[in-house]
């Protein structure tokens, strides 16, 4: 059982920077992919972005180079850090973790937090 926790959610200004950290209870070096998605009221989760083990990102078409993933597999972390926030991008975030667990993927959610994101 893989525990996720987030932490670095809160209200900003548009236009601010929040950098969000996702730490895992067991070591991340074996994991396929970390990652970020996000969930505002009455949508569905979307993907925020992902880096694998081997360091390589991937973005949801929203992030337009605001945002950067990237992960320290010493501490077992992994951040969002993002920039020129904007209203639209108020939701909670979910850290995410895939991990191959007798030969089938799985998947691992933190608790989530809240981003807000004031005009």
């Known amino acids: 059982q893989v525990q996720l926790v987030e932490s670095g959610g809160g209200l900003v200004q548009a236009g601010g920077s929040l950098r969000l950290s996702c730490v895992a209870s067991t070591s991340i070096d074996s994991f396929v992919t970390m990652g970020w998605y996000r969930q505002a009221p009455g949508k569905q989760r979307e993907l925020v972005a992902t880096?694998?083990?081997?360091?390589?990102?991937d973005y949801g078409d929203f992030v337009k180079g605001r945002f950067t993933i990237s992960r320290d597999n010493a501490k077992d972390t992994v951040y969002l850090q993002m920039n020129s926030l904007r209203p639209e991008d108020t939701a909670v975030y979910y850290c995410?973790?895939?991990?191959?667990?007798?030969?089938?993927?799985?998947?691992?959610w933190g608790q989530g937090t809240q981003v807000t994101v004031s005009s």
């Open positions: 880096i694998t083990s081997g360091d390589s990102a």
């Open positions: 995410n973790a895939r991990l191959t667990v007798f030969s089938l993927l799985r998947d691992y």
